[in-house]
Nanobody, 121 residues
Framework: VQLVESGGGLVQAGGSLRLSCAASGRTFSTYAMGWFRQAPGKEREFVAVISWSGSTHYTDSVKGRFIISRDNAKNTVYLQMNSLKPEDTAVYYC????????????????WGQGTQVTVSS
């Protein structure tokens, strides 16, 4: 599985962005798809995950602001980010793994190259 993120950019606080992650491979629909982020000087952290059947889970800091979704026909997963805050600034990565609702980095087998999101105050 190869993953390619897009949709990052510079946005003012309170604004919105939608990230996309296009996947190659026939087994996309069977994988859990996650979004992680890494801010400068910090460890990569879990943001959101969606199972193959559409169940979702979010880290507390983005609940009510971010929405993860997937379109298995297009082999694409999305992260709609609303009410963005400066602390959301990071490189965002999508990842694919064989589990259900998985939140740990080591549970994911495939990673994209990342897309930068910068939120100005």
């Amino acid at each position: 599985v190869q993953l390619v993120e897009s949709g990052g950019g510079l946005v003012q606080a309170g604004g919105s962005l939608r990230l996309s992650c296009a996947a190659s491979g026939r087994t996309f629909s069977t994988y859990a798809m996650g979004w992680f982020r890494q801010a400068p000087g910090k460890e990569r952290e879990f943001v959101a995950v969606i199972s193959w059947s559409g169940s979702t889970h979010y880290t507390d800091s983005v609940k009510g602001r971010f929405i993860i979704s997937r379109d298995n026909a297009k082999n694409t997963v999305y992260l709609q980010m609303n009410s963005l805050k400066p602390e959301d600034t990071a490189v965002y990565y999508c990842a694919a793994g064989p589990g259900w609702i998985i939140t740990r980095l080591r549970e994911y087998d495939y990673w994209g190259q990342g897309t930068q999101v910068t939120v100005s105050s």
